[in-house]
């Protein structure tokens, strides 16, 4: 593992504060990848006031070899605001668990480090490394100060230490490191007791103590400036016998934005008339997304005794692959497959994946321990789905056997200067595409199985009359005042009961079981498709039976009430939309046009800002947590507008022209709110305030609200 802390130096206070993992309570004002691709590299932009400094990280991958290829970052930096001083503290780190080891080639030296800093390593996954750090030309140090004198042979050298950790400890990395920063300034500050000395300006105490224990598993490295600064940190696999050097970042860092502005357009391109800034805006919103994309590994913790008493009968990933797989449907997929093999043999996932102690120190106790009766939304079935229309539409031009390039699933081209570049594979090949659908299919049916076992609900008891005997659903592991397996955590519901039913899982079945119908069509499963033709129709025919209101003209969960009695449970908002939203409703459907009132009505969910999550009219609208009780969500949003798109905007039906009006406005109203919240704030948010529009909550959050780049480019 690597990483990067940094601190000012005008003050001992700024250490307590030190930057390293990226929080919103950091007090950042904006960070972000201005432009990523997962095989190439990218450019990461942190504006740090506190500090007074603007950090770009830039990172080029070379790949080759038998370890996954080579790497090369360049950490450089400039003052926010040029008229005051930006004195900076950078500490890069790296360590590596489990069996292997790295060694410091450069010659130890109790004052520090001058010129380049080199180590070598070797894992059983890396094989043999050299990783080096190279100080950039123009580089300042602090050489003034109180008692400069005394810390002359320090002053503009890199310091070091290299620390031994045990098993299971290297996550923790920053702990270890600011200790021995701590430990190492007490000694060195503690001649200057007597107040009238006066204390050592900081940029000569806090640093590392330029020490090595033997066997150590993680080594830092400390660089300090004072101004603009600018060091380069490189990566060589000893199978790709790279040999790496700055001028490779001089100039691949700006061959490589060039490539990505290329295909950026090509993949997502805007409207003509597209300001800069609205360029700037999608590109970093993508870029975040795919920068996002990390390898995580380890156990989970699972708790099967957990119940209520109206369980006790029974024994998010897809939005972002949407745009992951839009960019590279190669790399989607490989997220994808991943994904679908964490089903376990029973069918389930767990709905969070808290790997190991790192991830779990991260989240609050009540969240850690997952039931395996508990379902999530299957929106991972949106990213299959995706997949099939990709290859469907995929205009391959020449083939890869045309162009002498046919050499499987795992090669790429190699442009003119170096830098690799997909070739969609999966989609030029139609025999590879089956083949990953038939591997995925047996693990995504037994998933689906899953669902359609555990989390099905009661027709035949409570009066209930419908066509279909079998299909109706309700989530499990629901409380009083949440029902957080939904996805939409405090939306209201009616009182928990074993029997009540719940019109967005059944809504989430029917488009899973149309996923499933497409996925056997295409594979050839023809017996596996006609079953699922004839569940969809049970499920939608189900839908109308059990879940639609005629007398509230709206779709609505079911419930039980004291007498036994089956009653609807309507509340205006996006649960209500459900089955609009997932495209099951013909255009000709009469429900259609009551959906879109309550779409489009001020007084319930339409707002110059997007879709409310409950009408504002609701007497619950903006109360308790107000987490779905009226702000705005962009993924719901994007359902919407991808519904709206694709089927009740083109197809003939009564409401076509209505939906093609609500669709430019909606469409509008949208990107218009979140890029003018980006621009005020430097953050996309993971909700906007139902009333002002303003970004709430966590931030940045380019997960699904990085789908607005797919709204601009109208990629559904």
């Known amino acids: 593992m690597t990483g990067l802390i940094w601190h000012g130096t005008q003050d001992f206070q700024s250490f307590q504060s030190a930057r390293h993992a990226c929080d919103q309570g950091d007090g950042l004002s904006g960070y972000t990848w201005t432009e990523h691709d997962p095989r190439e590299g990218g450019v990461q932009v942190l504006n740090d006031p506190r500090n007074n400094v603007k950090v770009t990280t830039e990172l080029l991958k070379v790949q080759g070899g038998e370890h996954g290829g080579s790497w090369a970052a360049r950490i450089k930096g400039e003052p926010l605001n040029p008229g005051i001083p930006s004195r900076t503290s950078f500490i890069f780190y790296f360590g590596i668990e489990g069996l292997g080891g790295i060694d410091m080639d450069t010659d130890e030296d109790e004052n520090g480090v001058e010129g380049p800093i080199k180590f070598s390593g070797s894992t059983p996954d890396l094989g043999d490394f050299v990783i080096r750090v190279a100080d950039g030309p123009d580089n300042n140090a602090v050489t003034s100060g109180p008692h400069a004198h005394a810390f002359a042979d320090r002053i503009g050298k890199t310091h070091f230490v290299g620390l031994r950790l045990p098993a299971g400890d290297v996550w923790k990395s920053r702990e270890h490191i600011m200790n021995a920063v701590l430990k190492h300034a007490q000694s060195v500050i503690a001649p200057y007791q007597d107040p009238a000395k006066g204390a050592p300006d900081p940029s000569f105490v806090l640093q590392l103590p330029d020490e090595v224990y033997s066997s150590s598993n993680l080594y830092a490295i400390q660089k300090s400036f004072d101004g603009e600064f600018q060091f380069d940190v490189f990566f060589e696999s000893g199978s790709a016998k790279h040999r790496l050097s700055s001028s490779h970042l001089d100039g691949g860092v700006p061959a490589f934005k060039e490539r990505f502005s290329k295909k ?87 709905r969070e994946q808290i790997l190991g102690e790192e991830a779990r120190s991260k989240v609050p106790d009540e969240f850690i321990a997952q039931v395996p009766s508990y379902a999530n939304p299957p929106t991972l079935t949106m990213a299959v789905t995706a997949f099939i229309n990709r290859l469907k539409t995929f205009d391959s031009g020449p083939s890869d056997a045309d162009l002498g390039l046919d050499h499987g699933a ?70 009083e005042t949440h029902v957080l397996t939904s996805g939409m955590d405090d939306y209201p519901r009616g009182p928990p009961h074993a029997g009540e039913l719940h019109l967005d899982l059944m809504s989430w079945m029917a488009f899973f079981t149309r996923t499933m119908r497409d996925i056997a069509g295409y594979i050839g499963e023809t017996d596996d498709e006609k079953a699922f033709v004839t569940i969809e129709k049970a499920m939608l025919d189900n839908l109308e039976d059990l879940h639609w209101s005629e007398e509230d003209q709206m779709y609505c969960d079911v419930d039980v009430n004291s007498d036994d009695e089956s009653y609807f449970v309507c509340h205006k ?103 003018k919240e980006y621009e005020r704030t430097g953050y996309v948010w993971e909700q906007y305030d139902a009333l002002t529009g303003e970004g709430r909550r966590s931030h940045p959050f380019t997960g699904w609200t990085s789908l607005v780049s797919m709204i601009l480019a109208e990629k559904y």
Request: hydrophobic share 35%.
């Open 410 to 479: 795992n090669s790429q081209v190699v442009m003119e200067d170096g830098a690799p570049q997909s070739r969609d594979v999966y989609l030029r090949n139609p025999e590879l595409a089956q083949e990953v659908l038939r591997s995925i299919y047996p693990k995504l049916k037994r998933h689906y199985d899953w669902f359609r076992r555990t989390q099905r609900g009661q027709i035949k008891q409570y009066g209930r009359r419908a066509r279909s005997r079998t299909e109706a659903y309700r989530w499990r592991g629901r409380t």
């Open 573 to 675: 908002g996006y649960l209500s939309l459900f089955p609009f939203l997932l495209g099951l409703l013909e255009p000709s459907s009469p429900h259609l046009g009551p959906i879109f009132d309550i779409l489009r009505s001020p007084d319930h969910l339409w707002s110059p800002y997007g879709i409310r999550s409950l009408s504002a009219s609701h007497p619950e609208f903006g109360q308790g947590e107000n987490y779905w009780k009226g702000p705005i969500w962009i993924q719901m949003n994007f359902m919407a507008l991808s519904s709206l798109y694709k089927v009740y905007a083109k197809e003939p039906g009564p409401n076509q022209a209505r939906a093609r009006e609500i669709y430019v406005e909606l469409r509008k109203n949208v990107i218009d709110n979140v890029f």
């Open 264 to 350: 950026f357009n090509e993949k997502f391109p805007l409207p003509g008339g597209a300001s800069d800034s609205l360029t700037a805006f999608s590109k970093a919103i993508t870029s975040n997304l795919l920068g996002g994309v990390g390898y995580f590994y380890g156990d989970s913790i699972m708790d099967s005794s957990m119940t209520h008493e109206w369980d006790e009968d029974e024994t998010s990933e897809g939005f972002h692959l949407l745009q992951i797989g839009a960019w590279d449907n190669d790399f989607s997929l490989e997220i994808l497959k991943d994904w679908i093999n964490l089903i376990d043999e029973d069918g389930w996932v767990a």
